[in-house]
């Protein structure tokens, strides 16, 4: 049997580990995974532990992301540039990280929400961690037009800069306020991905940005709709929250590790249910 973690502090939550057993039993797959309590300043010798004791691969969830991000000895071109690492996989004595939480919430929006991204407008909301990570995958797919929001302007215009490098679709970089002011065009998928959901507030984004056509997708999720959500729901949108990009990313994970994909319809059917 082969081992996997998923490493975190708090990480009692999780739904990793029930997920996996979800997928190895699809698909075959002779596994196990638990969660992993690293103590803060404990994060590389618990990953050092896990290799030692046989551990084939690992996931990695707040606050340690940035520190797997520096341990890795290879890292993919999605993870460079989100400049965070959720998944680790050790091979022959070495680190190779990966980020797979962009292209889970691409792969929830175009296939498990039948949403295109290619040529539509796309608008992000926020530029911390959690936008960074989603910027290539997004990209790639190719929208018409990527605007990018956020309370603090400098942090926005970053991740334009480095989108710019990345391609040539346009990407803009504006405030909440300029949102209001210059743009009067709705969007057709528009993310949250600022952690205000955290605190149940919004951000503070005009109504025009959603359409009756226009999905709203909150990374977050939670037993109870997003305040974010709630909030489009009122500007008549439809929405979607973050569970299916937890069981994308996942997944993706999973491909890496073992070669299969999953079935996630299977899996995202069976938390709806026990959340419903
Ligand atoms: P994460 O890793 O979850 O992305 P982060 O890197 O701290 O966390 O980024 C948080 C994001 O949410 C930022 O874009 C932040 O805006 P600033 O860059 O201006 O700080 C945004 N954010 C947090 N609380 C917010 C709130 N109450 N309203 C609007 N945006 C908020």
């Not at 691969?57 to 992301?65: E, H, L, R, S, Y």
């Amino acid at each position: 049997m082969d081992h996997y973690c998923v490493f975190g502090n708090p990480v009692h939550h999780s739904k990793s580990p029930v997920i996996h057993a979800m997928f190895a039993q699809q698909t075959g797959q002779n596994i196990d995974y638990h969660t992993r309590l690293a103590p803060l300043d404990g994060f590389v010798e618990a990953v050092r532990t896990f290799i030692a004791e046989g551990g084939q691969g690992a996931n990695v969830t707040v606050p340690f992301k940035l520190e797997a991000f520096a341990l890795a000895h290879q890292l993919s071109e999605r993870a460079s540039m989100a400049g965070a690492v959720n998944t680790l996989h050790f091979v022959d004595g070495k680190i190779i990280a990966d980020n797979t939480d962009g292209v889970g919430l691409v792969r929830d929006i175009t296939c498990n929400a039948a949403t295109p991204i290619r040529d539509k407008r796309v608008l992000l909301l926020g530029a911390g961690g959690a936008a960074r990570g989603a910027l290539l995958p997004l990209l790639q797919e190719l929208p018409a037009v990527l605007t990018i929001a956020n309370r603090t302007l400098s942090k926005a215009q970053e991740l334009q800069k480095l989108a710019q490098t990345f391609t040539s679709c346009e990407v803009d970089a504006v405030t909440w306020q300029q949102l209001e002011e210059e743009s009067t065009q709705s969007f057709d998928v528009i993310i949250n991905a600022t952690s205000a959901s955290l605190q149940s507030e919004v951000p503070p984004i005009p109504a025009h940005v959603f359409g009756p056509e226009s999905l709203a997708y909150d990374m977050m999720y939670g037993d109870t709709v997003t305040s974010f959500n709630q909030y489009a729901q009122q500007c008549g949108a439809k929405t979607r929250d973050g569970l299916g990009m937890l069981i994308e990313q996942a997944a993706e994970a999973f491909f890496i590790w073992r070669g299969v994909r999953p079935n996630t319809a299977e899996v995202l059917a069976h938390f709806q249910k026990k959340g419903s």
